[in-house]
């Protein structure tokens, strides 16, 4: 199992920005891709970014050129460096992990944007 742990949410005015951290625990040796998911009240979870233990990167159309996701392996940690925040970013962020053929997620972290 693993076991996932976001911080770094809050809020912020836009045009600032905020790193969101997810540290992994459990059986972390097997973790493949990781990802940041995000939910808005009343949508459905989409995908922010994704990246593989060597770095390779996807990221959804609507925060490419904003943000960057980056992990260090030896730390269990994925990271996501979220600039020029929008009022559109609002929402909780999650980190997920999909391992042994189950799909694993953090509780979230609350962005929120002030105009």
């Known amino acids: 199992q693993v076991q996932l742990v976001e911080s770094g949410g809050g809020l912020v005015q836009a045009g600032e920005s905020l790193r969101l951290s997810c540290v992994a625990s459990g059986n972390t040796f097997s973790i493949d891709v990781m990802g940041w998911y995000r939910q808005v009240p009343g949508k459905q979870r989409e995908l922010v970014a994704a990246i593989t233990p060597v770095g390779s990167t996807k990221y959804a159309d609507f925060v490419k050129g904003r943000f960057t996701i980056s992990r260090d392996n030896a730390k269990n940690t994925m990271y996501l460096q979220m600039n020029s925040l929008k009022r559109e970013d609002i929402g909780v962020y999650y980190c997920?992990?999909?391992?042994?053929?189950?799909?694993?997620w953090g509780k979230g972290t609350l962005v929120t944007v002030s105009s």
């Open positions: 997920h992990v999909p391992f042994g053929g189950r799909d694993y």
